[in-house]
């Protein structure tokens, strides 16, 4: 199955600054989720992005499905913004499954 | 409203007993995940389904059980036989396979 590796596994900042979290899978996707896991323990849907870029907002998301990364970035950070970021790309032999790697757990300090 | 509800949020068993957790779903959609997350760690899939009356066994299957009567419910089991049953438990669905994952709030499992 697919291997997932986040990095880093954990980043502090002051709020304002920005940030680039990036996911590295070992196969050939075409389904790969980021989501923000906030205190309470609820899984956000940030984005649903197998290739190309998105925004939304201070965020926005590459993923270079030929070279295997994904990449998610977080502008002028806020408080709220704390939590576990987590990567889950999916879509080897076994369709259904989406992995998730270990995430980035991420404190922005204010 | 439209969402996944997990029901209890909390639950505290005695070890050696069985233990369903619930999760609803109103989203009409096919596909429905069981995940288990420890503290520090990713999520783990344990069951999924892609259609009502049928459903696989994910990563680490062994010591729970699942059914899928209805497209609405995907009810789990966690059975005496699981080792370490201690941990929260995450329930999903999706449109079908390869569409967006979504997620209900979770059940805190302890077992004492």
């Known amino acids: 199955g697919i291997q997932v590796e986040q990095s880093p596994p954990d980043l502090i900042l002051q709020e304002g600054a920005n940030s680039t979290l990036r996911c590295n899978f070992s196969d050939s996707v075409n389904n790969l989720q980021w989501f923000h896991q906030n205190p309470w323990g609820q899984l956000i849907n940030l984005f649903y992005?197998?290739?190309g870029t998105k925004q939304n907002g201070r965020l926005s998301a590459t993923t270079v499905a030929t070279e295997r990364y994904s990449l998610l970035y977080i502008s002028s950070s806020q408080t709220t913004d704390s939590g576990v970021y987590f990567c889950a790309p999916g879509g080897d032999s076994s369709a259904s499954k989406i992995i998730f790697g270990s995430g980035t757990r991420l404190s922005i300090r204010p | 409203d439209g969402g996944i509800t997990q029901s209890p949020k909390y639950l505290f068993r005695k070890e050696g007993q069985n233990v369903t957790l619930s999760c609803e779903q109103n989203l009409n959609h096919d596909a429905m995940y069981w995940y288990r997350q420890d503290p520090g760690q990713g999520l783990r899939l344990i069951y999924y389904?892609?259609?009502?009356?049928?459903?696989q066994k994910g990563d680490i299957a062994e010591g729970y059980s699942v059914s899928r009567e209805k497209k609405e419910s995907f009810p789990l089991t966690v059975t005496s036989a699981q080792k370490n049953p201690t941990a929260f438990y995450l329930c999903a669905s999706s449109m079908g396979s390869l569409n967006e994952q979504f997620f209900g709030p979770g059940t805190r499992l302890t077992v004492l």
């Open positions: 992005i197998p290739s």
């Open positions: 389904s892609q259609i009502v009356n049928d459903f």
